[in-house]
């Protein structure tokens, strides 16, 4: 038998195990239907705790803005929880922000202070901007400082509507505009990104998340 012939079998035979393993390890950004349930599940159960947290801002956010001008944005990350679980969890473009969106419109049809405006024009800005961080990895990087960046992006987003929508005509280096810009941000970054990576890593260690990449925790992805 002639070696080169031997020689080009197995360089093909070992190119295509590369190939294949390569192809494997590649994430699949295709959606399955297993991939919206969940998603659904999650907007709408994200929109409920915001639902109910809408009646504890008012004077919560009160009683801190008497302490603090500006610090009543601390609980911000509360109304961005759905974007970054939903894009850790499922992992396929477009699941933060459709989650933020779905949970934006179960508290707008609940009923709150804040009208369309405030819930679902604003949830899904603030949607697209927690979609971003997962967005400029490719999605292919879902670590703890991937959730902190998307939470704190959402959060962002939230300032920046609330400032063309209600803060008009308020000098933007006042004290209390900064505070609310640096507290509101800092809300993200730990309730909505840091907490919800916790979250995601505890679920994932019950076994329900074993159709999903999220759900090997012991990956550390």
């Known amino acids: 038998m002639n070696p080169l012939l031997v020689n080009d079998d197995i360089e093909r035979e070992v190119h295509s195990i590369m190939s294949s393993s ?10 399955r ?18 639902w109910g947290y809408d009646f504890l801002s008012s004077p919560l956010s009160g009683f801190l803005n008497g302490v603090i001008p500006g610090l009543g944005a601390l609980g911000w990350g509360m109304w961005n929880l759905a974007a970054p679980l939903a894009g850790l ?10 989650a933020q969106i779905i949970g934006s419109a179960v508290e707008l049809t609940l009923g709150n202070q804040w009208g369309a405006g405030g819930s679902l024009v604003a949830g899904s800005l603030q949607g697209l901007c927690a979609e971003l961080a997962f967005l400029v990895f ?23 509507y609330m400032w063309f929508t209600s803060m008009q005509g308020m000098e933007f280096f006042s004290t209390y505009v900064l505070v609310t810009l640096v507290v509101g941000v800092l809300s993200g970054a730990v309730i909505a990104g840091a907490l919800m990576w916790v979250v ?7 076994g329900v998340l ?12």
Do not use: M
Request: proline residues 2%; charged residues 15%; contains cysteine.
């Open 22 to 31: 390569q192809q494997s390890s590649r994430p699949s950004l295709r959606w």
């Open 33 to 50: 239907v297993v991939d919206i349930t969940v998603t659904v599940v999650i907007g709408v159960a994200c929109g409920v705790v915001f």
């Open 89 to 98: 969890i499922v992992r396929k473009p477009g699941a933060a922000l459709l």
């Open 138 to 160: 490719a999605y292919r990087v879902w670590n703890l400082g991937t959730a902190i960046l998307s939470g704190s992006l959402a959060c962002l987003c939230g300032f920046v």
């Open 200 to 206: 995601q890593r505890q679920i994932a260690k019950t």
């Open 210 to 221: 074993s159709q999903f990449r999220s759900g090997r925790v012991s990956a550390g992805k």
